[in-house]
């Protein structure tokens, strides 16, 4: 594979006898080498850009799988890709022009809809918005949900064990999935299409599949939990005085909102700001009170409209008389509550817009986080004078996004090349140390691969090692994301 030297001597015309069967199996318009192939060799932060030996696009899971063996007969390696929306280097090629893009993109099938068993079996290359969209469509609500959910896919989203925001009450992609269909490293199809609930038949080869970034198979189907659509849903955006108050304000969502609380947002001032910079069409709410958090609270609830609201109007004012909310406002309908979330939505996008910066995608327990954000921050303080700190994510789940933003007016190329590895190591030590993760929804691809071996321990590194190279031992399947085979 692409990290076994001998291959980097072969030629590009020692591939053509390879697109010749690539060619067969998917059909010509299918196998792309030619032309501009940036949409699947860039990332979407613009940090890399590889370039592939071809990208191939199969209809079904046959054709992954012939695919998948005739790479491993020419001893190419193959990246999987869904949406191309990850944020950590895994989904695109390297620079070396040797590796297969393998695009789910035309498997995009609604498979089955078993509405007693409360599941959706769907091809991988499905597009998380037109699930959501679909499920709908039959009156049943599909929990997950980002940003990103206009082009990620539900492969993508098993792969990276997606995360987003209905965590809370939901759980993440692995929670919601009960079976998985996967073509192996040597092209053999695993049917584990199952809607059970319950199954302890030995090993949980699904778990082991979820969160592994395309290094051990290719998901090409999965089968996936679905909910009754919530009759009534309110969305709150409220001030909070400090980021302990805001997790206070979690403890009491949860006691009061019937286990119905389905968001918890936060979003630190200088984040909100960026968003009004960027962009001034959208309005933002609250922003007198110069608040130093705002938090998006979203309750959902199976009671009648009046009921649900009745409970929600009963919690605003016991946050306030508690002194966990200094002001707040209820959207009126579901098209305010839209806007409120867009807000948040487009925290990542305002972000990019300002510059480079220093992602951070960090988990803690929700005890943790107001003392790890209080002395990062001074640490960060301290030692960048004028950092700018973009703080936000799913408080919820403990999530944050603790990003860093190169001071104003200065070249923040110049400053991530100076500053970037010594701000990781800053950050995730203090992570350490708050008994957190380094990576708490968006996984480990090639961006934080060697950050990884200096938090895991040996022996967790050395069971991932052992589990890579019994499924994997050619090493075919996203080599070099997630961990290294060859040191
Ligand atoms: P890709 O980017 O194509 O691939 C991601 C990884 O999965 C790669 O390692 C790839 O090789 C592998 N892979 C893809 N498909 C398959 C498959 N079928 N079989 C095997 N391996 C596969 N993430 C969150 O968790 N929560 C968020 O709230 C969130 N918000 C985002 C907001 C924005 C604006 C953006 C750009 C991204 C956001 N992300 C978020 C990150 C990203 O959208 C998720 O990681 C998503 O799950 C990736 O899906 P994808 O289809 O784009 O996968
Ligand atoms: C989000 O929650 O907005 C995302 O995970 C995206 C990001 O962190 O950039
Ligand atoms: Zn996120």
Redesign the pocket.
Known sequence: MHQSNHLHTLTMNDYSPLLEVLRQIVGSDNVINQGDLSAWER???KRQHGKALAVVRPANTEEVAAVVRACVAAQVSI??????????L???PDDSGTQIV???QR?NRVRAIDTANLTITLD??C??QSVQEFCKGASYLFPL?????G???????????????Q?VRYG??RELCLGLE??TPQGAIWDGLTGLRKDNTGYDLRHL?IG?????????AAVMKLYPLPRAQLTAFAAVPSLEAAVDLLVLAHEELDGGLSGFEIMGHFALSLVGRHFPHLRLPLQESKTPYNVLIEYSSLETETKATERFESFMPLAMELGYVNDAIVAKNSTEARQLWHIR?SI??AQAQEGLNIKH?IALAASRIAAFVQQTDALLAQAYPGVRLVNYG?LGDG?LHYNVQAPENCDAAAFLQENESAVHALVYAQVVRHQGSIS????I?TLKRDVLVQYKSPQALAMMRAIKHALDPLNT??PG??IRMDK
Request: with cysteine; net charge negative; hydrophobic share 40%.
């Open positions: 990332d979407w932060r990246v999987p890709q869904g949406g191309n929306t990850g944020m950590v895994g989904s695109i393998l695009s789910l498997m991988a290359g597009v998380l949900r980002m940003a990103s959910e082009s990620c896919t539900i492969g993508g989203n098993l792969s990276t064990n997606a995360g987003g925001t965590v993440n992609a996967v073509v599949i592994s970034e395309g290094t051990l198979g290719v998901i090409t939505e990542p996008l995608d799913h999530n708490a929804e968006h996984g691809g399947m996203n994301r997630v």
